[in-house]
């Protein structure tokens, strides 16, 4: 896509510390009413992206562009853009209505206007009646909303949030997440988040792009990534990943593989530009592995009906689903996903199955 289409567009930037490569001809786009997560590691590049877009950082070579502007050309104050941290960062001794209102203010607005565009956020982040309160009066998650109105009160053209659920607990994170996805699609600004938190990155996205070490290894929407991750860092990276090693393979036609593995040969899809002349593995997903109870046995493994035969190591309960760690025979350390109702105590023998289609042959 040509940047002039972008809301955002990075082409070729690199950027260095001394010695250190925070970037390392990293492009990217987020298109106009999308909502992208950049999602990776500490020290792979996140933050950096976002100061490169805000203004904060230069890059060392590579083009920036905000609605299709250069913003080499721009300084940070003409980028018309809106920011939220982790750190509320709001005036204590102004209201929360006040507080909204302020870059309404730097930018000159009549006090009608003003008034009037206070009263639609209040009403947008549900805090109409918390509107004469000042920050220390309300809860952390009221004044994450307080700092997400602000941040767009003013009609930004992009939207800049680097991990602001980051100082909250598990619920009211749960709660702020659905509230952002909901104003996102209300607004339509397009918003570029940055998180080290799989789940909350897979819940608001309609993209995510994976960095480590200074270079983009994923980007796509968050089931394509899941499902179909373009390499192995990246399915480890992005959920529980089991990599089934291949000892060789050959494409098949129909983005199709025949790999043969420790139990066999198999056919599975295989990632796109994956090649027989590196090695490979078969994702499979720990949701997606079967397990059958094989018969009892007091020593080693017993025969399984089928499938890969694995002892049961340790497991978790998590109420409606249970974690099991299982070794099989050849040594292999295996996740799985079941109901939390199934017993499968340690110490049992299970046969491990997977579907074909529910695999994903991918490049380590």
């Keep these: 896509m040509r940047p002039t289409d972008m809301a955002i567009a990075l082409r070729g930037v690199i950027k260095r510390y001394g010695d250190f490569c925070a970037l390392d001809g990293v492009s990217l786009d987020v298109n106009p009413g999308e909502f992208v997560s950049l999602l990776g590691p500490s020290g792979s590049g996140k933050s950096t992206i976002l100061g490169l877009v805000v203004g904060s950082v230069l890059p ?34 102004l209201t929360v209505a006040e507080n909204i209102a302020y870059p309404l203010k730097l930018r000159k607005w009549t006090e009608p206007a003003i008034k009037s565009r206070v009263a639609a956020f209040l009403d947008l982040v549900g805090l109409i009646r918390e509107a004469d309160r000042y ?43 659905e509230e952002f996805r909901r104003i ?25 792009i994976v960095c480590n070490q200074g270079r983009i290894v994923a980007d796509g929407s968050p089931r394509d990534l899941y499902e179909r991750p373009p390499g192995a860092w990246a399915a480890e990276f992005l959920g529980d990943a089991n990599l089934v090693p291949v000892q ?15 139990w066999g040969e198999v056919v599975v899809p295989h990632a796109p530009g994956s090649t027989p002349e590196r ?10 592995l079967l397990v059958a109870v094989d018969e009892p046995s007091t020593q080693g493994y017993a025969p399984a009906r089928g499938g890969v035969r694995a ?45 074909p289609e529910d695999s994903w042959l991918v490049n380590i």
């Excluded at 940070?76 to 920011?83: A, D, L």
């Excluded at 939220?84 to 001794?93: A, D, K, R, T």
């Excluded at 060789?248 to 420790?262: F, L």
């Design 311 to 355: 002892r049961v190591t340790s497991s978790v309960y998590l109420g409606g689903r249970q974690r099991i760690h299982l070794h099989t025979e050849e040594g292999m350390l295996l996740k799985a996903e079941v109901s939390g109702r199934r017993h499968l105590p340690t110490g049992g023998v299970l046969s491990i199955h997977w579907r």
């Design 60 to 93: 060392d070579r590579g083009a920036v562009y905000i609605h299709g502007k250069d913003a080499a050309a721009l300084r940070p104050h003409e980028r018309n853009i809106g920011m939220v941290f982790q750190q509320y960062s709001l005036f204590p001794h």
């Design 135 to 177: 920050p220390g009066e309300i809860s952390g998650g009221q004044a994450q909303r307080v700092a997400v109105a602000r941040a767009l009160v003013f009609d930004p053209d992009v939207l800049l949030m680097d991990e602001p659920l980051g100082a909250l607990d598990k619920r009211l994170r749960g709660e702020l997440q």
């Design 279 to 288: 090695s490979a593995a078969i994702v499979v997903r720990p949701e997606h």
């Design 184 to 208: 996102q699609r209300e607004t339509g600004v397009p918003t570029l988040y940055v998180t080290h938190d799989q789940d909350e990155a897979m819940f608001l996205s309609d993209r995510i």
């Design 248 to 262: 060789r393979w050959r494409q098949c036609g129909d983005g199709q593989a025949k790999a043969e593995t420790a």
